[in-house]
């Protein structure tokens, strides 16, 4: 029986190499740029020591995710085999065996966990915890509207913390539920893609599509883009980190442009499927993040505005 999305132009079985590098997905590494936020606002990347130990938190990260990566295809194998897209990935196309998949997960989680070890005890904490999501997530969470998407966005707020934890600095309340937030955009914009693409076929490929409607998830969208441009619009004002540099404002028009910009992408266009092909993909966000990055670092390196002055 031939299979439901079969074609005459799929893509030829790569090698074995590039089907592993593919499994682990580096191209997801990208979310785990957030373990540099706290040193970024801290002014932590002037200490040649903090800069190594928020690179190890970040190949933590990077270990840790593509391991539950690994085994979330091998969980998923059968209903990733339904999806239009996803039946091309190694493990559901057959291009990489289940023994070696299981081998290399094992591999990069016990890898993680003793780099995070290394880092210290609110490391390995914040990483167990991360790590004890991603089962509950795999095991039961991701089949339950809202609870799947509010899973990556507790997972993108540990990345955060881990970042801090690493180099022993403290993080606001606010830029945590502003990462939250952002994530939850994220996330929601993609069950919106997936709910587009997949139509009445959307049940085989993920059973939480069947609990949402365009309609909801078209509001989660503009909520979570409106709380995430307020949350950050607080911290860049009002947090201990803004209050110590004033000038932190100045990076507020670019989170805002940004996200405005993303929401522009999702609904004019029905993008969002993969979140960092429209991060890296488009020029203006591209633009945003740079902007971003060199206003915060001008700021918390001692950039005076008297207009700013309280």
Request: with cysteine; proline share 5%; aromatic share 10%.
């Amino acid at each position: 029986m031939s299979h439901p999305f079969s074609t005459d132009d799929s893509p030829r079985t790569p090698s074995l190499p590039v089907s592993l590098l593919k499994l682990l997905r580096p191209k997801q590494w990208a979310k785990n740029l957030l373990v540099f936020a706290a040193i970024l606002f801290t002014a932590g990347y002037h200490s040649p020591q903090k800069v190594v130990l928020a690179f190890s938190a970040f190949a933590v990260m990077c270990m840790a995710g593509s391991g539950t990566y690994v085994f979330n295809d091998l969980i998923d194998i059968d209903r990733d085999r339904h999806h239009p897209t996803k039946r091309y990935r190694p493990l559901a196309s057959g291009s990489v065996p289940k023994s070696i998949a299981v081998t290399l997960g094992t591999a990069l989680i016990i890898g993680s966990l003793a780099e995070a070890f290394i880092l210290g005890k609110y490391s390995l904490l914040i990483l167990c915890i991360y790590l004890a999501l991603q089962v509950a997530y795999n095991w039961r969470l991701k089949h339950i509207p809202v609870a799947d998407v509010f899973c990556i966005s507790v997972g993108f707020v540990l990345r955060a913390a881990i970042g801090a934890a690493a180099i022993y600095a403290g993080i606001s309340g606010w830029l945590l539920f502003c990462t939250g937030a952002l994530a939850l955009m994220l996330g929601f914009a993609k069950r919106r893609n997936e709910f587009i693409i997949q139509g009445e076929n959307r049940m085989s490929s993920r059973i939480s599509l069947t609990g949402y409607t365009k309609l909801t998830l078209d509001g989660f969208v503009l909520i979570s883009a409106c709380a995430a441009s307020l949350c950050y619009g607080i911290y860049s004002l009002d947090s201990q980190t803004a209050r110590k540099y004033p000038a932190l404002i100045l990076t507020a028009p670019f989170v805002f442009y940004g996200i405005l910009r993303y929401v522009l992408l999702v609904f004019s266009r029905d993008e969002g499927g993969e979140p960092a092909d429209i991060l890296f993909g488009d020029n203006q966000i591209i633009i945003c993040v740079v902007m971003f990055v060199a206003c915060a670092a001008l700021a918390v390196s001692g950039l005076r505005i008297p207009l700013l002055e309280r």
